[in-house]
């Protein structure tokens, strides 16, 4: 069955960094894009960012634009997410996601298009 194992969490410094993996079995990894969504106690989950197929395209939302890179490695059916400069609202537990899209380039920012998920790994971020 299909498995996308997050990890890489835990509790960071503000102003510090993270690195965050996924892991994906199960799937024809190349053909599905790939997102990084959270979700904050008492908050909705939200878009993080996200891959293309190929690993060309990228996207992030605003609040961590500029300080976080998204990457994947189809031979090994993992996904990363960098973040450096990490702030206090940045604690969420952090969920990798894959989404069978039909075009190479695109990844969707909305959790319900997305059709597997991973089970979550936690990231605290102290002031």
């Known amino acids: 069955q299909v498995q996308l194992v997050a990890s890489g969490g835990g509790l960071v410094q503000a102003g510090g960094s993270l690195n965050l993996s996924c892991a994906a079995s199960?799937?024809?990894?190349?053909?599905?894009?790939m997102g990084w969504f959270r979700q904050a106690p008492g908050k909705e989950r939200e878009f993080v960012g996200g891959?293309?197929?190929?690993?060309?395209?990228?996207y992030y939302t605003d609040s961590v634009k500029g300080r976080s890179t998204i990457s994947r490695d189809n031979a090994k059916s993992t996904v990363y997410l960098q973040m450096k400069g990490l702030k206090p609202e940045d604690t969420a537990v952090y969920y990798c996601?894959?989404?069978?899209?039909?075009?190479?380039?695109?990844?969707?920012?909305?959790?319900?298009?997305?059709?597997?998920w991973g089970q979550g790994t936690q990231v605290t971020v102290s002031s």
């Open positions: 996601a894959a989404d069978q899209v039909p075009s190479s380039w695109y990844v969707s920012p909305r959790w319900s298009d997305y059709d597997y």
């Open positions: 199960g799937l024809p990894f190349s053909s599905y894009a």
């Open positions: 891959i293309s197929q190929n690993g060309v395209s990228t």
